[in-house]
């Protein structure tokens, strides 16, 4: 009923579609979601969720995760994250992929809303190191459509690796065009 009422906000009143899926047998990936240009990436990013009805965390700022707030991040597939501690935020992440039955963690590989030139590649070694696939995921405001592109397991070779994912992002506008990741030609 949920997935319904989320496909009918989603795609007759707002106007967007999705287009492929995360298959149930992937229980554990990264979902890249790109280009990040506004806060509203995880308002669709939600809707995309419900619609393709699959579990899927984010991490943040432990900050936020203080009562009463912490009832709805966590229902909302939120995981705290200490930024101050000083940890391998990677072995840490990764820790949690080890932890966790289910455990499909969307990541912004600019890092910010603001223009980037290159990915921070966190992502990268944290799908590595849990040894999970990654999902591109990608946000094209342009033609009102979230796509779910299939699974791509890292190699180890991260130029090529960033080349492959960096060609599901060529032409797609955010939300904001002028702060949208434009992979460099090859």
Avoid at 90 to 96: E, G, H, P, Q, T
Avoid at 112 to 140: C, S
Avoid at 143 to 160: A, C, E, L, R
């Amino acid at each position: 009923m949920k997935q319904k009422i989320y496909r009918f906000i989603f795609t007759t009143l707002f106007g967007w579609h999705v287009e492929g899926t995360i298959s149930s047998e992937i229980k554990k990936c990264i979902v890249i979601a790109v280009p990040h240009t506004s806060w509203w990436d995880f308002v669709i990013g939600v809707f995309a969720r419900g619609i393709i009805h699959k579990e899927i965390h984010f991490l943040a700022k432990k900050e936020l995760f203080v009562f009463p707030f912490h009832y709805f991040f966590k229902w909302m597939g939120g995981a705290p994250l200490n930024r101050a501690k000083k940890e391998n935020k990677v072995d840490a992440i990764a820790k949690l992929f080890s932890e966790k039955e289910i455990f499909r963690l969307a990541i912004a590989p600019e890092g910010t809303r603001k223009k980037v030139e290159e990915w921070r590649t966190g992502f990268y070694y944290m799908a590595l190191k849990a040894n999970v696939p990654i999902i591109p995921g990608v946000f094209d405001y342009g033609n009102k459509k979230v796509i779910f592109h299939p699974p791509f397991y890292p190699t180890g070779d991260i130029t090529h690796d960033l080349t492959v994912l960096h060609s599901y992002y060529k032409g797609v506008k955010g939300k904001f065009p002028e702060k949208s990741f434009n992979p460099k030609e090859i």
